[in-house]
C-alpha cells in the first residue's frame, strides 16, 4: 500500500533553516510527481511546491519562492524540502502528497514546523 | 491564479439528513485534454487530507456512496446522501487543471 512518512520538523527560530524529507513505498516513485502542500494552525491547505518525476521542473508558490528548494532521490524514493529565511508565517503542517493526475491522491501524516524565537 | 470559492463555511447538518457544499471556480476546469480535474478532500478532526472524489465525479476506493461529486465548467457541488457521525470534519474542493493548482477554503460540517 502506499506509505508516504514525512520527518524533519521542528522549532527554529526566525531566518533559521529547516530540511523535510519525505520518505515513499508502495508505488514506483520513479514515475511519479510529488507535492509539498502546508496547512497553517486553523487554516485551509496551501501547495507549497512540486517536482516532476525525473526531478526536473521544480515549482513554488510564491510565498516560498526564493526560501525554499525542493529536490528528490530516485535511487531512495526520497523527495525533500529545504527551507531557508524561515518567518513566523511558515508555522505548519507540511504534507508530502503524491500526484495523481490533476489530484493529489494519497497524503502522508504531515510534520510540524514552529517558527519561534 | 484560479481562485476556489466555498459556500458554506460552515454546515452544522442533523444526523441521517443529506448536505451539500459548493464550490466556484474563478474560470473553467475543463483542461485541453477533455478532463475537469476537481477533486475533493476529506479532513477528520487531527488527521491529514484524504481524497474523497477525483474528476468531478469519480469517488475513491473505500468511500462510501453516500458521497457523490457533480458539476462542470464553474459551479461543482459535493453531496453526503445522508450524514453520519465520521463524517464530521473539513471538506475542501481543489483544481487541479490550471497551475498552481488550488485550495477551496474549506468547509467545517459538524453535526447539530
Known amino acids: 500500500q502506499v506509505q508516504l512518512v514525512e520527518s524533519g520538523g521542528g522549532v527554529v527560530q526566525p531566518g533559521g533553516s529547516l530540511r523535510l524529507s519525505c520518505a515513499a513505498s508502495?508505488?514506483?516513485?520513479?514515475?511519479?510527481?510529488m507535492y509539498w502542500v502546508r496547512q497553517a494552525p486553523g487554516k485551509g491547505l496551501e501547495w507549497v511546491a512540486s517536482?516532476?518525476?525525473?526531478?526536473?521542473?521544480?515549482s513554488y508558490a510564491d510565498s516560498m519562492k526564493g526560501r525554499s528548494t525542493i529536490s528528490r532521490d530516485n535511487s531512495k524514493n526520497m523527495v525533500y524540502l529545504q527551507m531557508d529565511s524561515l518567518i513566523f508565517e511558515d508555522t505548519a503542517v507540511y504534507y508530502c502528497?503524491?500526484?495523481?493526475?490533476?489530484?493529489?491522491?494519497?497524503w502522508g501524516q504531515g510534520t510540524l514546523v514552529t517558527v519561534s524565537s | 491564479d484560479v481562485v476556489m470559492t466555498q459556500s458554506p463555511l460552515s454546515l452544522p447538518v442533523t444526523l441521517g439528513q443529506p448536505a451539500s457544499i459548493s464550490c466556484r471556480s474563478s474560470?473553467?476546469?475543463?483542461?485541453?485534454?477533455?478532463?475537469?480535474?476537481l477533486n475533493w478532500f476529506q479532513q477528520r478532526p487531527g488527521q491529514s487530507p484524504r481524497r474523497l472524489i477525483y474528476?468531478?465525479?469519480q469517488r475513491d476506493s473505500g468511500v462510501p456512496d453516500r458521497f457523490s461529486g457533480s458539476g462542470s465548467g464553474t459551479d461543482f457541488t459535493l453531496k453526503i446522501s445522508r450524514v453520519e457521525a465520521e463524517d464530521v470534519g473539513v471538506y475542501y474542493c481543489m483544481q487541479g487543471t490550471h497551475w498552481p493548482w488550488t485550495f477551496g477554503q474549506g468547509t467545517k460540517v459538524e453535526i447539530k
Open positions: 474528476k468531478v465525479s
Open positions: 502528497a503524491k500526484d495523481g493526475w490533476g489530484s493529489l491522491d494519497y
Open positions: 474560470q473553467s476546469l475543463v483542461h485541453s485534454d477533455g478532463n475537469t480535474y
Open positions: 508502495g508505488f514506483t516513485f520513479r514515475d511519479t510527481g
Open positions: 517536482i516532476w518525476y525525473d526531478g526536473s521542473h521544480p
